[in-house]
């Protein structure tokens, strides 16, 4: 026989964030399939059936049968009692309001993003020397370049390339090379055959 007073791993399926919406905003009787889950947590596949596996184990939800509409291969669930009591907490601090205004949030960001790249390509600022003339077209001033602080990020990405010896390495050291027994040659002058011939 189970003890009674065995604690349930509830509180540790909230280290993933995304259970507050499967727990805050399950809302059928008869349960939820699971594409409308994926909608309410905005999470799909693997990580989905893992936090589905977790609430499960901590008897949060339950797998239900499903409806006569539903995909022969659906799977449905629903809160349990102890599901339903801890919606009732979340509910009551707001909790899940919350989860769904961020869920509104992110959706508005990406169209935003989406926006921002139709925006910059039209203002030709994915080009890469296209600033001076954005300035001057939106009438607006042109910020000032710390031509200091430019250099100095300049030579920080670029250390290798400051810090080099600029003689390089050569195959042979020309330094090392004995040049004193060489004689030296006069290029001036008469040379020997053109004073014979004189």
């Known amino acids: 026989m189970s003890d009674p007073n065995e604690d ?14 499967l727990i805050a905003r399950l809302d059928r009787d008869d349960g939820n399939i699971k594409a409308e889950i994926e909608e309410k ?3 799909t596949g693997k990580p989905l059936k893992t936090l589905l596996d977790n609430a499960i184990d901590a008897e949060l939800i339950e797998e239900t049968q499903i409806q006569a509409g539903d995909h022969p291969r659906s799977d449905r669930y ?9 919606q009732s907490l979340l509910r009551s601090r707001g909790i899940d309001e919350l989860q769904q205004s961020y869920l509104t949030a992110k959706t508005a960001l990406q169209r935003a993003a989406d926006e921002a790249q139709e925006i910059i390509e039209a203002e030709h600022l994915h080009k890469k020397y296209p600033q001076r003339d954005y300035w001057v077209r939106t009438g607006s001033d042109q910020p000032e370049i710390d031509t200091e602080q430019l250099l100095a990020e300049v030579q920080e990405e670029h250390e290798d390339l400051f810090n080099a010896d600029i003689r390089g390495e050569w195959p042979m050291d020309v330094r090392d090379e004995e040049t004193g027994s060489r ?3 006069e290029t001036w002058g008469s040379t020997p055959d053109e004073e014979e011939e004189d």
């Open 78 to 86: 629903q809160l349990t009692e102890r599901g339903k009591a801890v």
């Open 183 to 185: 004689e030296p040659v």
């Open 41 to 43: 947590v905005d999470l």
């Open 8 to 21: 349930l791993p509830v509180a540790d399926v909230f280290d993933d964030w995304h259970a507050i919406g």
